[in-house]
């Protein structure tokens, strides 16, 4: 089956219904496979792998264009007997005087014209477009290929109507619309608090969660369950247009549902949050979650049909204002779903933790009817702080436990690492095996005396914008007199000469802040990464439980300041703070003056 799922359906918003088209599929989130088969067939589609198929368009294409991490693709609108191979949409009809334009059923096509600009590992473009499309001011996922099972995803490969091979990284694509524009947001109102510079807000309607609404859909909100007390298999948790969580679900997630609270009696009201977290059920079908780890969770059976959708439990969250219910609790656990539909597969430990993004911008090309919100220079730079500001968001809506790449060659520019269930990126340099997750840190044991070592080699960040380093870890004291060494080099580089710094190697976890600006290695493009500690036996366990670079000073209250469980410490590479000069300057005066009077 080949699925598309839309974000924001028409129904979510208080708007006027589509004005004067037949806008042929005008809710996506219910198009058939046969639906989708016709249509593919009346635009030439077919299925064939010319050769190198993902370069098609891009290399020779002067109308898209890389600028930073960010694609910009001028399209043409598609007219009467144009080969709809070289061009990206379609005109559908008006809505309240502006062209709305059909995007999501040129899939193929899209996405050629862009490959040759973005790394064969990315598995998501993300596009914006400067018109709007006819999923109203909603945003949409189109799913490409799934594999994964136990988690209501249909198993599916289109890969050949991207040009692609079956074995290909490209997993879904996803159109943004309008979401950018706060012009598009003041006339329509469709997303909270628009802002065109960071720190952009992360409550439910807004820009950073409906992205990663759209990228929850890669695993879908499909979880169904069997009823404890009938044993009946039931899809009460599922809501509207079948992928996502029902309005009476509990679940404050990105995926819908509402974070409901049990006053007792019967009775239930809404809560707000102003950030949204994917659930525990959501990281539990992402494979991020264990099913021992997962909390159980509830749904409402309400009393009678209180308003449009409530009886399927259809309609959209609650966005504002306080929301009250009457109806019957039905609980629900991890068990209950595996109970109707088996394990999920891969599992947690098998699933991979990080997935590649690749943000575009599309334009219409000025012409005959060209109705677009004028994407310009400014708008290329707010995507680009919101694909920065986007790293940082599904890393925390996960609970850091699944990471997105957004930059153009799949390298990671979020220098901050938890290690809360992967190792993230990093491998082994000097040890026994591959990097190990225990207890939220990655730790790696040395194979001889010398140097054992955690390494990155697909990162991708500017020197010019960091300034420290800091890194959480616990040394054994069968360690004593080893090194901490932090270095680094450039994509194509060698790694430079280490800054170093003594351990503590008492069994506890200790900071250690680094002064990236004593080594003449950091400079220009950072590519790669090491952690190393130098100097210890045979069999130590090198256990780092985070690490960040940041662009404070190493003498500011910096990463990790406020000291930790082993009583941190900085590193031997940091300058002295002012106050701890001040401090210590004052000690030896009180000193002075306590001899003077025991004299």
Not at 41 to 55: D, N, T
Not at 474 to 484: C, E, F, I
Request: charged share 20%; aromatic share 8%; with cysteine.
């Amino acid at each position: 089956m080949f699925r598309v799922s839309a974000a924001i359906a028409i129904a979510l918003f208080s708007v006027p219904a589509w004005a004067s088209a037949d806008f042929g599929h005008p809710d996506r989130c219910h198009i058939s496979p046969e639906d989708i088969a016709l249509d593919l067939a009346s635009k030439g589609i077919v299925p064939s792998l010319p050769e190198a198929p993902s370069r098609r368009f891009a290399e020779n294409d002067p109308d898209v264009r890389r600028i930073g991490e960010i694609i910009l693709a001028d399209l043409d609108v598609c007219q009467s007997g144009q080969d709809e191979q070289t061009c990206a949409y379609t005109l559908m009809g008006q809505r309240q005087g502006r062209g709305v334009y059909d995007f999501s059923f040129y899939g193929g096509p899209v996405v050629k014209r862009v490959s040759g600009l973005m790394s064969e590992k990315i598995a998501i473009p993300v596009f914006f477009t400067d018109f709007l499309t006819v999923e109203s001011y909603g945003a949409v996922y189109l799913g490409i290929k799934n594999s994964v099972t136990g988690t209501g995803m249909p198993v599916e490969n289109h890969s050949w109507i991207y040009g692609r091979s079956n074995d290909s990284a490209l997993e879904g694509w996803i159109s943004m619309n309008v979401w950018w524009s706060c012009a598009a947001n003041a006339q329509y109102n469709f997303q909270d608090d628009c802002r065109d510079e960071a720190p952009f807000p992360t409550t439910y309607n807004s820009i950073l969660n409906i992205l990663s609404h759209e990228v929850g859909h890669r695993w879908g909100a499909g979880l169904r369950f069997r009823d404890r007390v009938s044993g009946a298999l039931s899809n009460e948790t599922i809501g509207r247009s079948g992928n996502h969580w029902s309005y009476w679900m509990n679940s404050r997630s990105p995926m819908e549902g509402n974070h409901w609270v049990d006053e007792g009696g019967g009775n239930f009201r809404v809560e707000h949050a102003p950030f949204v977290r994917f659930s525990d059920f959501d990281l539990y079908a992402m494979g991020l979650m264990a099913p021992e780890e997962v909390a159980p969770t509830f749904l409402i059976r309400p009393e009678g049909c209180p308003g449009q959708g409530h009886c399927t439990g259809s309609q959209a969250p609650v966005r504002t204002g306080d929301v009250t219910a009457r109806g019957t609790r039905v609980d629900i656990s991890i068990e209950d779903v595996i109970a109707a539909m088996g394990n999920r597969s891969p599992s947690v430990e098998d699933e991979n933790k990080i997935t590649r993004l690749a943000f575009v911008m599309a334009r219409q090309k000025p012409g005959p009817g060209a109705d677009t919100f004028g994407a310009d220079d400014a708008t290329i730079q707010k995507i680009e702080n919101v694909r920065r500001a986007y790293s940082e968001h599904f890393y925390e809506a996960t609970g850091t436990r699944a990471r997105v790449t957004t930059t153009l060659s799949g390298r990671d520019d979020f220098p901050r690492w938890e290690f809360t269930i992967s190792p993230e990126g990093w491998a082994a340099s000097g040890a026994k095996g591959p990097p190990a997750s225990l207890g939220g840190m990655v730790v790696v044991e040395a194979q001889s005396k010398g140097e054992v070592a955690l390494i990155h080699d697909e990162v991708q960040l500017e020197a010019s914008e960091y300034r420290s380093a800091s890194v959480r870890v616990r040394v054994p004291s069968s360690a004593k007199g080893s090194k901490l060494r932090l270095s680094f080099g450039g994509i194509d580089g060698e790694v430079g000469k280490a800054l170093e710094a003594a351990v503590r190697a008492d069994g506890k976890v200790h900071e250690y802040v680094f002064d990236l600006r004593r080594s003449g290695a950091w400079t220009g493009t950072i590519g790669r990464l090491r952690i190393g500690l130098a100097g210890a036996p045979a069999g130590t366990k090198l256990a780092v439980d985070r690490f960040e670079i940041s662009p404070r000073a190493a003498t500011d209250s910096g990463p990790g300041a406020g000291g930790d469980d082993g009583g941190g410490c900085a590193a031997g590479v940091s300058t002295p703070s002012s106050l701890a000069i001040l401090l210590v300057f004052g000690l030896v005066l009180a000193r002075r003056r306590l001899r003077a009077s025991v004299a």
